[in-house]
């Protein structure tokens, strides 16, 4: 959908289909809002939510009907309900009691934890309603800490006055930190090639011969785009045919579909425990996949690589060969997903077809050799073994440039057809 609010001649809604009284609100001249419209006490109210690119559906959805909940509940919510001056701090705690429905744990303790060493200090005991825009940016400026770390006390300081709005303890989108920037921390994810690909699977294969565990973790990884916690705390009761159930993955419960590749994978594991990439009862240790992960990227030539740029890398095969950034969104978990039913909350077929595209490419990239072991022409050989241009090459051996050029060129397009990804595969 395009926010192309000069086109907008007069004010319109999208209502939305799943909670009733959720719409989304186009103006003129005015970036899209979420809104709820409900009855209560015998009117029509309209509250706003937050602007769509703020606001994903789904926490448009869960704002909608937690405001509902609180103003139309029964008389337990209106007992509860906060008075206009509630201070921040008993705004934060209501925030947080509400989060602690949705929230996982370990996002929870955190959130706590933000709210009680950084904004309570400096603005638990003031009015909420009081809170501006200068005092917000003072206080953000000096936090004094890691980038990371103001910027989530940002970002947990704006939702408890976006729920303060949501209570009525602050006017509709006064939130005093909308439209603060939260610093990005500069990391770029390394985009892996073909050749890549090749160096990186011969490292795994080096690593097979003495630690095959954990080799085959990183295959899995990298056939499944799955998260190094979700393949390393994987159980067997999870497997459920063609795909995997993950109870609490970082966005809650999801599948992770299996293409053939993966599914070879977790076929070659013993099963002796209740995890699937087990080191007697227990998965692999974090610290040690950590440690072989270092020395696989050092012997492919990849040392800035992460572990979690094979993800970046799953993705990226992905949307190249053509799948839908829907379909893609369902292979990597990233709707929002909160219960069992919302496994099949996505059409199963695309998607299963695709994480078997993507894996068997990914197998055959990094079953292929390296370039310059891959080339049958010695001086072609030698040429992709050394770090030189094509002119300095010819100039330093005597090769001829043209005839170095044209044998290139047709090794490249045999590369190409070796690796490419067949239609119907």
């Known amino acids: 959908m395009e ?81 206009k001056d509630a201070a921040v701090a008993i705004c934060a ?50 936090i004094g800490k890691s980038h990371d770390t103001a910027s ?9 006055m976006r729920h303060a709005e949501l209570l009525g303890v602050r006017e509709a989108g006064s939130n005093p930190c909308q439209g603060m920037r939260r610093r990005k921390n500069g990391f770029k ?8 690909y090749a ?26 785009g799955c998260r190094k916690t979700e393949a390393r705390l994987l159980k067997w009761d999870m497997i459920d045919g063609r795909r995997a159930a993950l109870p609490d993955s970082k966005t809650g419960p999801r599948a992770l579909w299996l293409g053939q590749p993966a599914l070879r994978v977790i076929a070659e594991q013993p099963r002796i425990a209740d995890y699937v990439f087990a080191v007697g009862a227990e998965p692999v240790k974090e610290s040690k996949l950590d440690w072989e992960w270092r020395n696989v990227r050092a012997k492919a030539k990849l040392k800035t690589l992460r572990l979690h740029d094979l993800r970046h890398g799953f993705a990226s095969v992905a949307i190249t060969s053509g799948e839908p950034l829907r379909t893609v969104s369902g292979l990597l978990g990233h709707t929002e997903l909160k219960t069992t039913a919302g496994y099949v909350a996505i059409d199963e077929g695309p998607v299963l077809a695709a994480a078997e595209r993507v894996a068997q490419y990914l197998t055959k990239a990094m079953s292929a050799k390296p370039d310059h072991e891959a080339a ?18 010819a100039l330093s051996t005597g090769v001829s440039y043209p005839l170095l050029r044209s044998k290139l060129e047709t090794h490249m397009e045999a590369v190409k057809s070796r690796l490419g990804m067949e239609a119907s595969s």
């Not at 904004?119 to 206080?139: C, K, N, T």
């Not at 010695?378 to 090459?393: C, H, S």
């Open 3 to 83: 926010d192309h609010a000069h086109d907008i001649q007069k004010e319109f809604f999208e209502w939305d289909d799943a909670v009733t009284g959720l719409a989304l609100r186009h103006r003129p001249n005015q970036r899209p809002a979420w809104c709820v419209q409900f009855r209560h006490d015998g009117h029509t109210r309209r509250r706003t939510l937050g602007p769509k690119h703020e606001l994903s559906l789904e926490d448009a959805r869960d704002a909608a009907r937690d405001l509902i909940r609180e103003l139309t509940g029964d008389g337990a919510s209106r007992k509860n309900a906060l008075p």
């Open 93 to 142: 705690e209501a925030y947080l009691k509400h989060g602690a429905a949705i929230w996982k744990p370990t996002t929870l303790r955190t959130h706590r934890y933000l709210a009680a060493r950084y904004i309570h200090p400096e603005f638990g005991h003031l009015p909420a309603a009081s809170i501006d825009p200068e005092h917000v940016a003072q206080w953000r400026s000096g």
């Open 152 to 160: 989530r006390a940002l970002a947990v300081m704006s939702g408890i």
């Open 189 to 196: 994810a390394q985009r892996l090639t073909a050749e890549d």
């Open 199 to 224: 160096r990186l699977g011969k490292a795994i294969r080096r690593l097979e011969q003495h630690q095959p565990v954990i080799a085959k973790l990183i295959r899995f990884i990298a056939f499944t």
């Open 376 to 393: 049958d022409d010695p001086v072609l050989a030698d040429f992709l073994a050394q770090q030189k241009t094509m002119a300095e090459y």
